[in-house]
């Protein structure tokens, strides 16, 4: 069974910066491709970013381009998202995932098997 559990996340003004993090336990996290994507209030659950297993490749939506940077640890079991100059658009809760179908980074959140719980992340005007 394999659990992860984000943290990190809080109320922060806009051009404020986070870094959220996941850390996965019951599975042999180095092996897997992880993904943060996030949901807003009404809509879709949305692709935000995404690492290899070694973090030697990374892929981000447009809308994170530039600004959020995904990172990994594998000594420490741990995803981050280090997100900075923050938007009102950018609330939403975050949630980590495992790609446990493929070995590459994909936005595709099908191929994203395993979750957590989320952690809410609103920015303010």
């Known amino acids: 069974q394999v659990q992860l559990v984000e943290s990190g996340g809080g109320l922060v003004q806009a051009g404020g910066s986070l870094r959220l993090s996941c850390t996965a336990s019951?599975?042999?996290?180095?092996?897997?491709?992880m993904g943060w994507f996030r949901q807003a209030p009404g809509k879709e659950r949305e692709f935000v970013a995404t690492?290899?297993?070694?973090?030697?490749?990374?892929y981000y939506t447009d809308s994170a381009k530039g600004r959020f940077t995904i990172s990994r640890d594998n000594a420490k079991n741990t995803v981050y998202l280090d997100m900075n100059s923050l938007k009102p658009e950018d609330t939403a809760v975050y949630y980590c995932?495992?790609?446990?179908?493929?070995?590459?980074?994909?936005?595709?959140?099908?191929?994203?098997?395993?979750w957590g719980q989320g952690t809410q992340v609103t920015v303010s005007s």
């Open positions: 019951g599975r042999t996290f180095s092996r897997y491709v």
């Open positions: 690492i290899s297993w070694n973090g030697g490749s990374t």
């Open positions: 995932a495992i790609n446990d179908r493929t070995g590459m980074v994909t936005p595709r959140i099908y191929e994203y098997i395993y």
